[in-house]
């Protein structure tokens, strides 16, 4: 049974609902924090990026091709087509000798408004490249390339390079492969559920590799997250909640469609997973910020980070308060 995790007011009328789960796995890997229902099925959607990015570490395919440190970073992100993310992604493209009309990802503007709109002020067109979703897509054409598979075929569950990232999906989630259930993300390629303690669990083991047993996979995990701390704005965009929650080098974190979000903390040894049922994404800051308040966590200026750009009040579009948001769960 999911639970309120956010009231939305408009003067002092309740306006909205946000309900949900959310779950905390420490360092033994058991449950630790539960609100709802922590067997919940979720997908991870492009919480699991860095995860896939693994493969291509663990295979050497970065100095294989030479990509540089923000090439390898945007593989890892969900990215705004602002002009340093695209230059990564035709950097990449390129290195490995794949034309963007390989991406599957239809053409579409940037979701960065600024990026979009210098664009559109210059006639440009809708790109591939464009898309969200193509650094990831440009990293496992990266591994078909180093795998012999055939690169239009990358995005089918059946090709070998997403085999390789389902079975990397199960090491770092501690979840049996054959109980992955399989979908479709929405940028075409598989999208992977498990129950959420499991995406909490992953995210336990990205912040501490330590946990993976793996020699290899686990020097590419502490590959993946150290440069995820090191170029936070490669993940998403410049002030949205990855990149200031990566800005904390002791906080590994990345968000998903239809409300998944999951972080993990280095010192504290936790993994978090959260998922607002009604698809919401404006909650996440709140609830994470919740959640670090509510275990005394000790960085305080990545919180009042968070309530600076993610304000509780409800502003409309004459910028006057008109509302508030009220966390409302316990951890």
């Known amino acids: 049974m999911d639970e309120v995790l956010v009231e939305e007011y408009r003067g002092e009328v309740l306006e909205c609902i946000h309900r949900g789960h959310i779950c905390g796995v420490g360092y033994d890997s058991n449950v630790k924090y539960s609100v709802g229902d922590e067997n919940f099925l979720a997908y991870l959607r492009s919480s699991a990026k860095p995860i896939q990015a693994i493969p291509l570490i663990k295979y050497g395919l970065d100095k294989k091709y030479d990509l540089t440190d923000k090439e390898i970073t945007v593989i890892t992100g969900s990215h705004r087509a602002e002009a340093f993310h695209v230059e990564a992604v035709e950097g990449i493209l390129n290195k490995i000798g794949v034309d963007e009309e390989a991406l599957i990802c239809l053409p579409t503007y940037p979701l960065s408004p600024i990026a979009k709109e210098g664009i559109l002020r210059q006639n440009g067109k809708k790109r591939r490249i464009y898309h969200n979703c193509s650094g990831k897509h440009s990293g496992i054409l990266t591994l078909c390339q180093f795998l012999g598979c055939n690169i239009k075929e990358y995005w089918d569950i059946k090709s070998p390079a997403q085999q390789e990232i389902l079975e990397h999906i199960s090491i770092i989630a501690g979840y049996p492969k054959d109980n992955i259930k399989i979908g479709t ?6 999208v992977f559920a498990m129950p959420l303690k499991y995406l909490a669990n992953a995210y336990l083991r990205m912040a501490c590799p330590e946990l993976i047993e793996d020699k290899d996979i686990r020097e590419a995990v502490v590959k993946i997250t150290r440069l995820m701390n090191e170029n936070p704005e490669m993940v ?14 002791n906080i590994v974190a990345k968000g998903g469609a239809k409300g998944v979000y999951c972080f993990g903390l280095k010192e504290e040894k936790l993994g978090f997973a959260i998922k607002v ?26 919180i009042s980070s968070l309530y600076k750009n993610f304000p509780l009040e409800v502003k409309n579009d004459n910028n006057k308060i008109v509302g508030v948001s009220k966390v409302r769960f316990t951890i």
């Open 277 to 302: 049922m009604d698809g919401s994404e404006e909650e996440w800051p709140f609830i994470v910020a919740s959640i670090l308040e509510q275990i005394n966590y000790k960085n305080k200026e990545t």
């Open 236 to 249: 998403s965009n410049t002030n949205l909640i990855c990149s200031i929650l990566l800005r904390d080098k």
């Open 185 to 190: 993300d929405g940028c075409g390629v598989p």
